[in-house]
């Protein structure tokens, strides 16, 4: 069974705008979920995570995430879209049922459009 | 202090052929893992390391192999090479003890290219 999923393989938004990339999970028990960002021909880079605590989590370059149990998600936010956040963003959640592993959503490509 | 550095970057081989990869995490890094990214398939988990000791594998045939230094650098092997096996990988690391809550952190990836 997927761990995490990206239901959105592609988002677009207009510069200026504010933009959610979707992710949900399917751990059992307390997760700690991550959401990275891939820009061409690099690696991965950590923008956020949540561990405990509020449900808010604010990260790098304006970023923030919000975790809902209920809902088993934890959407990636941005108030407001610039074009160079055009990149491949991967939910990921690490857990504790099977050794701590990284599972990694299949990313979702955010195009902004000037 | 230096990021997560993977070499070579880009690798061509032929079918058949073996390919070992390498990794050196950042300094102070204990644990590092292996993630073979495709267009199709997105991120698949290799297999982890932590001490010298693998700790996860993910769902690869034996033909995947690693290993970690005393150092905490870390190689892949890929034996017997399959067109299929054409993707980037990635190395990442993070300070990984008995804590479970740390980040990783990725190297650039090597571009595996099976002809």
């Known amino acids: 069974a997927q761990s995490v999923a990206q239901p959105e393989d592609q988002v677009n938004v207009a510069e200026g705008n504010p933009l959610t990339v979707k992710c949900t999970y399917s751990?059992?028990?307390?997760?700690?979920l991550f959401w990275y960002v891939q820009y061409p021909n690099r690696g991965l880079q950590f923008l956020l995570k949540y561990i405990t605590g509020d449900n808010l989590v604010k990260g790098s370059y304006g970023f923030e995430a919000e975790f809902n149990k209920s809902q088993t998600s934890f959407h990636l936010k941005k108030p407001s879209a610039l074009v160079s956040d055009s990149a491949l963003y991967f939910c990921a959640v690490r857990d504790p049922n099977t050794g701590n592993q990284f599972y990694f959503g299949t990313g979702t490509s955010l195009t902004v459009i000037p | 202090k230096a990021g997560v550095t993977q070499t070579p970057r880009y690798l061509i081989k032929t079918r058949g052929q073996q390919v070992t990869l390498s990794c050196s995490p950042i300094s102070g890094h204990r644990s590092v893992s292996w993630y073979q990214q495709t267009p199709g398939q997105g991120l698949q988990f290799l297999f982890e390391y932590f001490s010298e000791t693998q700790r996860n594998k993910g769902n690869f045939p034996g033909r995947f192999s690693g290993r970690q230094f005393s150092n905490s650098r870390s190689e892949m092997n890929v034996s017997t090479l399959e067109l299929g096996d054409s993707a980037l990988y990635l190395c990442?690391?993070?300070?990984?003890?008995?804590?479970?809550?740390?980040?990783?952190?990725f190297g650039p990836g090597t571009r595996l290219t099976v002809l």
């Open positions: 751990v059992s028990g307390n997760p700690y």
């Open positions: 990442a690391s993070s300070q990984l003890a008995i804590s479970s809550y740390n980040e990783q952190f």
